[in-house]
Antibody, heavy 123, light 107 residues
């Protein structure tokens, strides 16, 4: 059974940093793209970042470009999101999601999700 | 970025009703369009991918259609478990985006 468990959330001051982690199990981690998706309190979903199987390609939503980095350790089945220069608008529940292309031609789906870790940016 | 606009933003319906939610893209996304269901306090769940393909394990009362800029999610006969918020998502261009969501509640 696929299992994704996020950790590392918490309260941080504006301008501060936080590192989120996602522990994956139940599937061949190195065979899948992985992503972070966030949801501000009471709001909709926002894709944040994705990383290719071998880490050679990384993509970010414009609002976090240059502030967030995504990385993975395939030996440890783990995914990280390093968040720097945090702003109030980064406050959200951050989900780790397995990113699957069921047709093999670019349809990126988020087919498994963790339960999320809450990041609150406030003074 | 490609903008996805869902309509309506919310709707009230009864068990057994046929429900249709639309998602319009600001430019063509071909069939690179997926649908998710999210219940309060839970992570989203993939329902439909590639505009019309049913994800494994999802009840057949859910269906999707459309291409290019106009897409539809249909629930043929609404069940109590279906009261939730639904999101469309495009993966045609990386900066993948979601629609703003459609909340389906009980009439």
């Amino acid at each position: 059974e696929v299992h994704l468990v996020e950790s590392g959330g918490g309260l941080v001051q504006p301008g501060g940093s936080l590192r989120l982690s996602c522990a994956a199990s139940g599937f061949t981690f190195s065979s899948y793209w992985m992503s972070w998706v966030r949801q501000a309190p009471g709001k909709g979903l926002e894709w944040v970042a994705s990383i290719k199987q071998d880490g050679s390609e990384k993509y970010f939503v414009g609002s976090v470009e240059g502030r967030f980095t995504i990385s993975r350790d395939n030996a440890k089945n783990s995914l990280d999101l390093q968040m720097n220069s945090l702003r109030a608008e980064d406050t959200a529940l951050y989900y780790c999601a397995r990113t699957h292309d069921p047709r093999g031609w670019g349809i990126r789906t988020f087919d498994y999700w963790g339960q999320g870790t809450l990041v609150t940016v406030s003074s | 970025d490609i903008q996805l606009t869902q309509s309506p933003s919310s709707l009230s319906a009864s068990v057994g009703d046929r429900v249709t939610i639309t998602c319009r893209a600001s430019q063509s996304v071909s069939v690179f369009l997926n649908w998710y269901q999210q219940k309060p306090g839970k992570a989203p769940n993939l329902l439909i991918y590639a505009a019309s393909s049913l994800q494994s394990g999802v009840p057949s009362r859910f269906s999707g259609s459309g291409s290019e800029t106009d897409f539809t999610l249909t629930i043929s006969s609404l069940q109590p478990d279906d009261f939730a918020t639904y999101y469309c998502q495009q993966s045609y261009i990386t900066s993948w985006t979601f629609g703003q969501g459609t909340k389906v509640d009980i009439k």
